[in-house]
């Protein structure tokens, strides 16, 4: 299982071999941002590496919105960053469910990402896997509660998606862990990344605030399980720098090694 941790983009194999990951999240842009991202010129050097990439799509990107001016620009960045991400190698694109605004209708929300999957479509499809993130606020939210999860994904039951499930944002959305794993592939059908994060906030707070995994409001042996049970690769998202991330990194290791 290749566990690591979100960090600054500048060096990514600097970081992760920092913290003795063996797989690396970063950005392309600025997070908060509408800039389509640069090639790098390090390209070369991550595809080689012998660490699992993985890029985080911009926060802004909400291709559920029925605001156009969001929407649409939304669409054309979260495909460049397609475009990027597979050019650094990277195994996959995480990006957020999204929401609509209040009063809007969430099945028109659905739609929109259908229609952002054609939109890529129309150019050659997404050059790489598509990992659709689970929200931990917003009551008109895509992604946050199972249910609505499983209107996106019969609102996507033509293309190819893919799935990121986020420790702290369901505990924070109002999704128990215990038996998590199972409830979600019955709906997807799969997990191909954990993001393994406490959370400062409480049971369906809503509360985005990732902690350390043996800090937070949820019990580290709950996380530990959601990633036995999925089996899938682990990035931790967590505070506390190289020391923290590298710390957390240890546990997870030491609990997995354990239990193997």
């Known amino acids: 299982m290749r566990i690591g941790a979100h960090v600054d983009p500048t060096d990514p194999l600097a970081e992760a071999a920092a913290r003795d990951a063996e797989a690396v999240q970063f950005f392309l842009a600025d997070p908060q941002g509408w800039k389509a991202p640069k090639p790098r010129e390090d390209a070369e050097r991550l595809r080689a590496a012998d660490v699992d990439l993985y890029v985080h799509a911009p926060y802004?990107?909400?291709?559920?919105?029925?605001?156009?001016?969001?929407?649409?620009?939304?669409?054309k960045l979260l495909l460049g960053h397609a475009a990027a991400a597979a050019a650094v190698g990277a195994r996959g694109l995480i990006v957020h469910g999204g929401h609509v605004n209040a009063g809007d209708d969430l099945a028109v929300g659905f739609d929109n990402w259908r229609k952002t999957f054609a939109y890529a479509a129309d150019s050659g499809g997404f050059p790489l896997p598509i990992l659709i993130e689970n929200t931990a606020g917003g009551e008109n939210a895509c992604a946050r509660h199972l249910d609505a999860l499983a209107r996106l994904w019969d609102a996507l039951g033509d293309y190819e998606v893919g799935f990121c499930l986020d420790t702290c944002h369901a505990h924070a959305g109002g999704e128990e862990l215990l038996g998590l794993v199972d409830r979600v592939k019955a709906i997807t059908g799969r997990i191909d990344l954990i993001h393994a994060n406490n959370s400062k906030g409480t049971f369906n707070s809503g509360q985005d605030r990732h902690d350390n995994l043996t800090g937070g409001t949820i019990d580290p042996e709950l996380v530990v399980a959601v990633i036995r049970a999925a089996g899938a690769p682990v990035i931790v998202e967590t505070p506390g720098g190289v020391e923290g991330q590298a710390a957390d990194i240890a546990f997870l290791h030491g609990q997995l090694g354990a239990a193997a």
């Open 60 to 75: 802004v990107i909400n291709v559920a919105t029925l605001n156009n001016r969001i929407r649409i620009p939304s669409r």
